[in-house]
């Protein structure tokens, strides 16, 4: 009998969506209840497709595996469309969210993701591959998710501002 290929995948496991996902962040809370302790999860993940659109996501359940689902699908939802330059920023641009705060500045060829680990999920998901960052303030990866999200939405191509300004240069 001849070997052939075989299928790694589960039965019901589904083929991929082409999506980039990265799960950030993993929280245990404990609730204390008459039997002792009762554990539950909450999940980060960050959601993009490689090519210009990211998103996140937060789940929350009484196990790790579902928590990251949720978060899955409200990422993979939640994706929002970023302006990019031969795989980088256009220009510098600072991101805020509560206590945390970044700076993305643009890279040339070859030099990568300069980033931290929840800041670098945003940007690997978003398709960025050179790109400086520095963050600020609080390093609560959900706070630095948002707040790279945040910057990555106010960057504007100069095709845009021209079209916003009205103006041909």
């Given at each position: 009998?001849?070997?052939?290929?075989?299928?790694?995948r589960?039965?019901?496991?589904?083929?991929?969506?082409?999506?980039?996902?990265?799960?950030v962040?993993?929280?245990r809370?404990?609730?204390?209840?008459?039997?002792?302790?009762?554990?539950?999860?909450?999940?980060?993940?960050?959601?993009?497709?490689g090519?210009g659109?990211?998103?996140?996501?937060?789940?929350?359940?009484?196990?790790?595996?579902?928590?990251?689902?949720k978060?899955?699908?409200?990422?993979s939802?939640?994706?929002?469309?970023?302006?990019?330059?031969?795989?980088?920023?256009?220009?510098?641009?600072?991101?805020?969210?509560?206590?945390?705060?970044?700076?993305?500045?643009?890279?040339?060829?070859?030099?990568?993701?300069?980033?931290?680990?929840?800041?670098?999920?945003v940007?690997?998901?978003?398709?960025?591959?050179?790109?400086?960052?520095?963050?600020?303030?609080?390093?609560?990866?959900?706070?630095?998710?948002?707040?790279?999200?945040?910057?990555?939405?106010?960057?504007?191509?100069?095709?845009?501002?021209?079209?916003?300004?009205?103006?041909?240069?």
């Amino acid at each position: 009998m001849a070997k052939g290929r075989r299928d790694n995948r589960k039965k019901d496991d589904k083929p991929s969506s082409g999506l980039i996902e990265r799960t950030v962040k993993i929280k245990r809370c404990a609730a204390v209840v008459k039997g002792g302790r009762r554990f539950s999860f909450a999940a980060m993940v960050v959601c993009g497709d490689g090519k210009g659109k990211v998103g996140w996501g937060y789940g929350k359940a009484n196990e790790v595996q579902p928590s990251v689902e949720k978060a899955n699908k409200q990422a993979s939802r939640s994706l929002r469309p970023i302006d990019m330059v031969e795989g980088s920023i256009p220009h510098r641009v600072d991101g805020r969210f509560g206590a945390a705060k970044v700076v993305l500045l643009p890279a040339g060829p070859g030099t990568g993701i300069i980033a931290g680990s929840a800041v670098r999920a945003v940007c690997e998901a978003a398709g960025l591959k050179n790109i400086l960052t520095k963050s600020f303030g609080s390093n609560n990866p959900v706070t630095l998710v948002k707040a790279t999200i945040d910057a990555l939405q106010s960057c504007r191509t100069k095709e845009d501002v021209e079209r916003l300004r009205g103006v041909q240069l």
